[in-house]
């Protein structure tokens, strides 16, 4: 089954082959057509020039950065698409149109009326003729303009270019413009009110009864700094004096004696001290030199106890100075502190009823005054910006002007090969439409298919008499084969019986394939007899040269005898029975016993005899022979009938009960179509030798017998 499918895959193609070689003279005709039609529409076409203007393309962005580096901005999928638009947007295209004058420039051009084109027409006109091609990965975009005028075509493109930069500078500058000036009557406005709040502020203050050394110091805070800062002063001083007096109260003797010049570092206490010491020191030295109770001694130890006794009422006086001074010190806290107190209070009955809505105003001033400062910079930033040159559009290429051989369109080449394939494709559609149109038998498959009779024989196209191209003929192996299968069809039966050639119309070939078998038979060593019974339009006596005047319709009517009727012919082992005369009476002589008789006795007489007969659509004559003989071969010719009508021969004949033996497929075209092809590369091949004619018959009778049964 695998097998049958591969098969069967490679008859469809070589069927469309077939179709395709069949027809080639109308594919080439529809090919050649075509091709003339468009070179001759390509010829007649005006050329076209192209005029290419390159620029470059990027976001707004000065030239140089003048407060702050420019970073580079994320990359933007759709700025270049928008740009590719408004390149060809109705604004930048009706300013280049006003710049070169086009209306009246393209008026004769169109036929306009006035002498100007409509701006509608003159858009339109334009918009068809630019292209606006964007290089992937790339700022860069092409403008191209096609004209016939080369000059126009390279002056639009440059125009559009200088159109488009001159707008997105102009933009721009007028996007800046129009800020500066939002910004200055901002700023117009801002100030307003800063000296409106400033006005408020003024008058919260003279209001409130709010003191201000300078701008933001109050008089009333500058005093509560001053107050707590005094109290603390004046606590820091008490607490020394404290610590001071809580030193000496704890010591006494000579502990206090010894610590209080330190501690109170006085001048006249120290002097004290330092003389008590001396006396001691020189009481000492008396002592040992005289005794207790020398006037030395005494003076000395009673000036020694006068200074102790002062001493001792200094460091008492100093104890209550200290404490006196620590007493002042305390009561100067204690007031100061009170006072601090009574500030604060007042301060804050100020704070909430005065000093609350000047601060607010005060507040407002602040930010109102920052607004303002920060609108004057950016106000003198963006006016310094605009006179900064940018360059958002670059010419990189200004288009040139092509040369006069440089056009664009028609392009001949791509035309021609277009024109072949639109030949190509039409001419092998109109050939297969064709195809589908033409019912006729093309193939043995066609054969087989649909008459259900196998293929006995194959006869090439152009075959004429075997009498006249002579024993060594390329077409007689086909006849050969033809003997060769009638064999086999007739499973295994002698060659020998009476046999009729029929077709389903007119001109399929029969008279000339049943005389050139007859003559294969004969030459094979057949006794073989030829019996013209188209009684309607005989031949078979023009192949032979031989006299119609007498035959079979004579015979049948008994006016001559059958030995007087049949001819000898100059081929061996042929006979010939003419036709006869035509009388209006012949017409139902073949459908008579005397008909039956001649019959039975020719065939006591002679090894095969063919019957030519008439059409058998249309005629009953071939229906009559057809019943009668022992086997017929039905002629279709390649191409010539619709398959109904051999269709409605085969039906025919097994109506009458004729035993059809097969098809004889005759007129095929071998160079134009290849399932035909090996048979004519067989028959050639065989006829080649002199000596293979008993082989070339053997080799060909088992192609037959492959091939046909």
């Not at 609108?375 to 670059?394: C, S």
């Not at 309607?536 to 035959?551: A, C, K, M, W």
């Not at 019943?627 to 021969?649: H, M």
């Not at 067989?682 to 004619?693: A, E, G, L």
Request: net charge neutral.
């Amino acid at each position: 089954m695998a097998i049958d499918d591969s098969n069967e895959s490679k008859l469809h193609f070589l069927d469309y082959w077939r179709v395709i070689k069949s027809r080639k003279e109308i594919i080439l005709a529809v090919i050649l057509l075509v091709v003339l039609t468009g070179m001759a529409y390509t010829f007649t076409m005006p050329k076209i020039y192209m005029a290419n203007a390159r620029i470059s393309v990027r976001e707004d962005s000065l030239d140089v950065a003048v407060f702050e580096r420019q970073f580079m901005s994320a990359f933007n999928p759709f700025f270049l698409k928008t740009q590719y638009e408004i390149i060809q947007s109705r604004p930048i295209l009706t300013q280049v149109i006003q710049n070169l004058d086009l209306q009246k420039k393209w008026a004769d051009k169109y036929g306009a009326e006035g002498g100007a084109l409509r701006m509608e027409d003159t858009l339109l006109i334009l918009l068809k003729s630019i292209r606006v091609n964007q290089y992937r990965d790339t700022s860069l975009i092409d403008i191209q303009v096609y004209n016939e005028d080369r000059s126009q075509a390279t002056r639009i493109a440059n125009e559009i270019a200088n159109v488009y930069r001159e707008q997105r500078l102009s933009l721009k500058r007028t996007q800046v413009k129009g800020g500066v000036d939002a910004l200055e009557n901002e700023l117009q406005k801002q100030q307003e009110r800063v000296d409106a709040a400033e006005v408020e502020l003024e008058e919260l203050r003279k209001s409130g009864g709010v003191n201000l050394l300078q701008r933001g110091y109050r008089i009333d805070k500058v005093r509560l700094q001053a107050l707590e800062a005094d109290r603390i002063s004046a606590r820091v001083d008490m607490l020394v004096r404290q610590a001071r007096l809580d030193q000496l109260e704890s010591l006494s003797g000579e502990e206090l004696m010894n610590a209080s010049a330190y501690i109170v570092n006085d001048q006249s206490l120290l002097l004290l001290r330092k003389q008590v010491v001396d006396t001691e020191v020189q009481l000492k030295l008396l002592l040992e030199n005289y005794g207790v109770n020398h006037p030395e001694v005494r003076r000395m130890r009673a000036a020694l106890d006068e200074l102790r006794i002062k001493l001792t009422n200094a460091l008492d006086g100093l104890k209550k100075g200290i404490r006196a001074d620590y007493e002042v010190a305390k009561a100067k806290y204690s007031a100061l502190d009170s006072e601090l107190e009574t500030a604060r209070a007042a301060d804050i009955q100020s704070e909430g009823e005065n000093y609350l809505p000047f601060q607010r105003a005060e507040r407002n001033v602040e930010v109102q005054r920052q607004l303002l400062d920060a609108l004057r910079a950016r106000v003198t930033q963006e006016g310094i910006e605009l006179e900064v040159p940018r360059t958002p559009v670059e010419i990189v290429e200004p288009a040139v002007e092509p040369s006069e051989r440089r056009f664009v369109s028609p392009r001949i080449a791509l035309n021609i090969v277009l024109s072949l394939l639109i030949g190509c494709v039409a001419g092998v559609g109109l050939a297969f439409f064709i195809e589908y149109l033409d019912t006729s038998v093309k193939t043995v498959d066609d054969v087989e298919r649909n008459l259900g009779l196998p293929v006995l024989g194959v006869i090439p196209q152009k075959v004429r008499s075997l009498m006249e191209e002579g024993p060594d003929s390329a077409h007689a192996e086909a006849y050969r084969v033809l003997r060769t299968n009638i064999h086999f069809a007739r499973k295994g039966h002698e060659t020998s019986g009476a046999y009729a050639v029929v077709s389903g119309g007119a001109g399929e070939g029969k008279s000339t394939t049943l005389f050139n078998l007859a003559y294969i038979c004969a030459q094979l060593g057949d006794k073989v007899l030829v019996v013209d019974s188209d009684l309607r339009r005989p031949v078979q006596h023009t192949f032979l040269g031989i006299s119609n005047r007498f035959g079979l319709t004579n015979v049948l009517m008994q006016e001559t005898s059958v030995e007087e009727a049949i001819k000898s012919t100059s081929v061996p082992n042929l006979h010939f029975l003419p036709s006869g005369k035509l009388p209006r009476t012949s017409l139902g002589l073949l459908d008579s016993q005397r008909m039956r008789d001649l019959l039975k006795a020719l065939k006591a007489r002679y090894d095969v005899i063919f019957f030519d007969s008439p059409p058998i659509v249309g005629v009953s004559d071939a229906s009559i022979l057809a019943s009668e003989v022992d086997g017929v071969l039905l002629v279709v010719q390649y191409r010539k009938y619709p398959r109904d009508i051999s269709a409605r021969a085969r039906r025919m004949l097994d109506n009458v009960g004729a035993n059809v033996l097969g098809v004889v497929l005759n007129n095929i075209n071998i160079l134009r179509d290849d399932n035909y092809y090996y048979y004519h590369s067989y028959y050639s091949h065989y006829d080649q030798s002199p000596d293979s004619k008993p082989s070339g018959e053997l080799v060909s009778t088992a192609q037959a017998g492959k091939d046909g049964l």
